[in-house]
Nanobody, 123 residues
Framework: VQLVESGGGLVQAGGSLRLSCAVS????????IAWFRQAPGKEREGISC????????YYTAPVKGRFTISSDRAENAVILQMNGLSPEDTAIYYC?????????????????WGQGTQVTVAA
């Protein structure tokens, strides 16, 4: 199973970016798919997760109300739409996949990681 993120880049504060996590070697519905981010000098943190089948989605406080996670079955990918970006959102964004039930409740070390995509938000 491979995860490949895309869509990162440089954006002005208040702007938007759309990240994609393309999955190969398996179907996205086989996994809980999460997005993590790691800012310079900080630990990697889970920020959003979608369950198998894409029925339920979850967000942590820093991104709730601004970010939206969704499944794109045509592309076998999970999308993270990020609106209202601020410089505090600057980080490397990673997607992750895990098959454990309730994975979205704890954002533990996943079965698979992507390589990450850089998001930089200028003030």
């Amino acid at each position: 199973v491979q995860l490949v993120e895309s869509g990162g880049g440089l954006v002005q504060a208040g702007g938007s970016l759309r990240l994609s996590c393309a999955v190969s070697g398996a179907e996205i519905d086989d996994f809980y798919i999460a997005w993590f981010r790691q800012a310079p000098g900080k630990e990697r943190e889970g920020i959003s997760c979608i369950d198998k089948g894409g029925v339920a989605s979850y967000y942590t406080a820093p991104v709730k109300g601004r970010f939206t996670i969704s499944s794109d079955r045509a592309e076998n990918a999970v999308i993270l739409q990020m609106n209202g970006l601020s410089p505090e959102d600057t980080a490397i964004y990673y997607c992750a996949a895990d098959s454990e039930s309730h994975y979205c409740s704890h954002y533990g070390y996943p079965d698979y990681w992507g390589q990450g995509t850089q998001v930089t938000v200028a003030a």
